[in-house]
């Protein structure tokens, strides 16, 4: 796994209009009041918590009992003599209790130490109550006395989250679901997304809790089969569209706050996705009019995508630009990203059709002979698999070829069969993005026992290990696994894993 | 030295009328915003402060050139990539440099964490002027970047305090000093007094913030010379009368903050100097009528303190209600005991006299018991020194004898004369509290040049090392030294140091 981060100098337009109808489109939040449920310390009661008087080194972890976004207050007294030094606290906020256990002075990752959830609070009055001003994402809070002083003790009463989240839990429709796992994990889904879902789809509320597009267009996936808040798509779509780059390119990412910006970061396929994201909102509910407001925005990222072809049909990647497949940097993604190129196409040429716009025969040459140069240069038909430019046979290769129909439905599922047969287990893939994928191509071939298969390993070994929400990161075979070097910056809570709500949905 | 913290169950009793009217002389505090002069590091200049990008474990110090007891606030924007994480930095107050080369985790002292200043800060969203809600004392402030993010860095602009104190300049009448070092003792002296006057007399503005008896009775002398500020004497006056045990005890120091309570820690003569403190004060500025008002909490202190006499009229000390005279535990300390009572008791008859009160004769003969067992018992004549219970013979004893004028003013004279043939140089006393009781014994005992001497040789050395205000602990031999292990928790600027300013004028 490795990340490079990108430091790009591009100018970037602000479209007022476009983003006064993303303004628009703001969504309100929910919020809820969550009491927590218990103390993790077993010889400690909830229901008791304002007996115990905390000094010097003494802590609690309340859980909450379920996964929270949002903010955390406590009424704080002093119980012995009076206070004669301010109270100095650690709070410590936690998706999972791994993170509990790690020690943020320990952490030595590339990954800003900025995104570990703890504060230091000093009070110089007590009683007080404490309010904390900050978002937090958390099941788990853990509150460490740093001091008080030999004369009294801190105690705590009256504990308290605010939960928020747009999405609207009276709108959810759940599927009958026989099968109990898949059941739990299409909640655990359905949670994960309703977390993700705030001002914004967020990737993840705990970091970086911002818009990602390639995350987008599974959120919204799955948004339509649950709470189907289709505004904040919308608000979305009009984000990236009013901020691209002069030259009309569409950033991976854009910020709101404090104010609306695009992120210099640049993904191949995730400005690709734009057009992706509009086609499936409007197959899901169909809007003429929008594909008609946003079709420029997807042409230009269709045409600046067709300059990196050579004359043969081939992509010619540029580091510059990187086609992002999977976090794994150990496998060769060219061909991947050629087969998401014409997954895209298709999808831009049907959303040209509903504009009626004339002139699109050239997009439908270029599809035909970006999709020849798969079928005749990059298929392998005495392996039966893709194979990248390097002469790697990967997987990411046959799942984005099936993804996108590149062969027929007979050819496809005989390549998932050698694929499944030749390339599983899946190894050095540890994100549920890519595994989203493999099990979308596998429904997608036909191959549904399979799907579920890899589905309930997969997402239901996250269960197994106590997960409330998806994670950003997850290898069966490692699961203490972290991209970071430690758990305590890890998003437990995150989109791109959130899909089997959309899997189950779709195909099951 | 050692210190022992009390826990006391006594029952406190609130007089609201004498409360109210400490409350009816709550000073005004005056607010001055103050700007830094320079950054201690000498590559970088405080008119480019904006133009420094910080980064992960970058640091800036601030220096305001001058003692600060106040409030901190700075601009903090970004420059580079959009701002993809949080802003995490810590920010630490320090009244001397030394305080920022320790490190707050190797601290172990048993005084409390929390006193260190430093605080530990995530800003979501910048730009944002950060105003730091708690007051600090400081000259320095260190801002240490714990992390940005790889792609942006922290800028900083407009740092600023905004200093707080109840002295007013404007009243402040310095007398003409010939001597430049003893010009520049007062000019310090002055600052320690008018940084530790707010709400209250404070003890320390870092630490502990509150109004201690035994600092008072300095404080208030040293205010005399000074700012004469009479209302808030009077405010710690009946902040200590109004709230007594049950049986009329004085506790050492009293809380304002969040409401007013009493400590729940006795010492033998701080309870006794309210006495000390109203008689300095009617001295100042006759006040008969506050002399009437207060002269029975006067009087309750001098009854619980008489019957810890025996019948021959000498102390018995309590270690529930111990003699303090100096932190050092290691000096036994009946003998200055017995003298402080002894200096006392004449207060006392002095403001008995004045309320007109009759009865007080058995007052005068307690005085000529216990005064008389110290001249025949306690004097040893042949070494010309006083001797401690114990046989020792020690500094404290002499000076606090001398103090009290138990002996003829030749005899006193010569008794100084031995204790500093023989007892000097001063070992194992570490505080300017004692060195001033030190110091004022050889100005009544008529040993001006050797006073004088005292005064350049430890106050001096103190701004020979850099004090802009006089420390709550200093042994010359050890200019390192902190009671706490650390100087990251000493007091730099500590009330019962700020003495030279009442000696000077009083004696020079």
Known sequence: MAFTFQVNSDKFIHDEKLLAKAESFRPTIHKAAVKPVRLLDPEREISRLGEYGLKRDDRIILDFGRHIVGKFSVDIAKTGSPQDAPLFMRIKFAEMPAELQAESSDYQGWLSRSWIQEEFIHLDELPARLELPRRYSFRYVEIKII???????????NPQAVAESSADYSKLRKPEIADDLLSRIYDAGVTTLAECMQDVFEDGPKRDRRLWLGDLRLQALANYATFDNID?????????????TEEGKISANVFTRPENTPDDTFLYEYSLFFVSTLYDLNNSHPDPELVRELYPVCKRQVDLTLKMFDAEGRLMTDENYPVFVDWSNDFAKDTAGQAETIYVLKQFIALAEITGESGIESYREALSKIAGYAREKLYDPSRKLFVAGNGEYNIASQVWMVLAHVMSDDENREILRTMIRELFPVKGIATPYMYHCIAEALFEGGLKDEAVKLMKDYWGKMLELGADTFWEAFDPDKPEYSPYGSPIVNSYCHAWSCTPVYLISKYL
């Open 232 to 244: 904040l798509v919308k608000r979305c779509l009009y984000l990236f569209a009013g901020m691209t």
């Open 147 to 157: 001091d008080t002083s030999p004369k009294w003790q801190a105690v705590f009463t």
